[in-house]
């Protein structure tokens, strides 16, 4: 399975990632983390894509 990764420099903790996908992204201290050892419901790549500033990458 996919694992999501979030640039701490790039993401500017809009929140986007996290309502899309709450089982694998939280916000803490106006950042998002990723709480999850895999993507679990999809790839994350339509995540990866709704980010406004592309801190997400999935591998
Ligand atoms: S969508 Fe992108 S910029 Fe917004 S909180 Fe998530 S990682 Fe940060």
């Known amino acids: 399975m996919p694992k999501a990764k ?3 420099e790039l993401c ?4 986007t990632c996290e309502s899309l ?3 694998v992204f939280k916000l ?3 950042k998002s983390h990723v709480i ?3 993507c679990i419901e999809c790839d994350c ?13 999935v591998e």
């Open 12 to 15: 500017i903790g809009c929140g």
């Open 6 to 8: 979030v640039s701490e």
């Open 36 to 38: 999850a050892e895999e």
């Open 21 to 23: 996908c709450p089982k």
């Open 28 to 30: 803490e201290n106006g």
């Open 45 to 57: 790549k339509g995540v990866a894509d709704s980010c406004p500033t592309g801190a997400i990458s």
